[in-house]
């Protein structure tokens, strides 16, 4: 069985506070191209892997390729559901060939004629993820006002336009103004603001959003989410989705305005979108037509290079990518 090359990023150590780019090492081993004597299993050739700022959270173990979605060809295979050859996307890791043991959390790309990468976020977990988020925990009517924070990123660039085209009013914010005009130019969002220079978050909540907010979409936490909660509808829903402003923290910020979840009857429900795979062709199937048709814009950010993945995945918390933050492996 011929040997090939496989560069990894390896976590060095066990994360603490702030992660930097000198929390992982570039390793360069070796690895058979087959999948030898085990069951069910599958080697796959990753082509594109995905930033996303939960990959925080399940990073907890040194010495280990960092985990994430990607997006890969089948190089071998002894499972029934996969063959030498097939475009798959799931959950794998950072390295050029990974070997994935009962593969759970593997699917066939069944769109091949969509860009590869789009499997890392518009047609992967992200863009699934806000489909899920908005549509069946936020459960949208047409008319609603909607807030996304974190707004540019993977799921929230989405989460805005599925809201427009639910016919919402629609308000995100994000970190430059760079950001701000892509919302406002390029996702179709009605308004949108920097709160970096915000002094008084509930002040720019109230310019943009007078009357108050039906849905927020949480990715942030926080002092966002402390603002946002003075703020809500009678009846308002908050969909929290992720909140990237904790994850570094050893102790995490408390909320003081709670008491308004039940002066305003506000449902605030949390969700893990791998509870709802059996809904990704319904997603699929809504998704697709608006992507060709236009009505659905997607900006992602490539890297190039395993060796710049950790910077990439810091990079997120930083705000220093501009649309779904993406890792090149191959472009085969």
Aim: aromatic letters at 10%.
């Amino acid at each position: 069985m011929a040997e090939v090359q496989n560069k990894r990023v390896i976590l060095k150590h066990q994360l603490s506070g702030i992660m930097k780019e000198t929390d992982f090492e570039i390793v360069v081993g070796s690895v058979k191209l087959g999948v030898g004597d085990a069951s069910n299993a599958v080697l796959v050739k990753n082509l594109y892997l995905s930033c996303d700022p939960y990959q925080r959270t399940i990073l907890t173990t040194p010495g280990s390729p960092v985990p994430g979605f990607g997006v890969g060809k089948v190089v071998s295979s002894s499972h029934p559901g996969f063959e030498q050859g097939d475009l798959v996307w799931g959950m794998t890791s950072w390295e050029e060939y990974s070997l994935i043991i009962e593969p759970k959390l593997l699917f066939k790309v069944e769109h091949a004629d969509m860009p590869l990468s789009f499997y890392t976020g518009l047609l992967g977990m992200p863009g699934f993820t806000s489909y899920i988020g908005f549509f069946e925990t936020g459960a949208p009517k047409k008319g609603e006002t909607v807030y996304v924070s974190a707004a540019s990123g993977a799921v929230g660039q989405l989460v805005g336009q599925f809201a427009k085209l639910h016919g919402c009013y629609v308000v995100g914010s994000a970190g430059s103004k760079e950001k701000v005009d892509i919302l406002k130019e390029k996702f179709g969002f009605d308004d949108a603001f920097n709160y970096k220079e915000e002094p008084d978050l509930d002040a720019a909540i109230k310019r943009c959003l007078p009357d108050g907010i039906d849905i927020y979409f949480e990715n942030v936490g926080g002092k966002m989410l402390d603002a946002v909660l003075p703020n809500m509808k009678i009846g308002g829903r908050i969909v929290v989705c992720g909140m990237i402003s904790q994850y570094n923290l050893d102790s995490h910020e408390g909320v003081r305005n709670l008491m308004h979840l039940i002066l305003k009857s506000i449902r605030m429900e949390g969700f893990r979108v791998l509870d709802h795979t059996h809904l990704h062709p319904k997603f699929l199937e809504m998704v697709i037509p608006h992507i060709k048709e236009g009505r659905i814009t997607y900006l992602e950010d490539f890297a190039e290079g395993l060796e710049n993945g950790p910077a990439a995945l810091v990079g997120l918390f930083h705000g220093h990518n501009v649309g779904k933050q993406v890792v090149v492996v191959s472009r085969e």
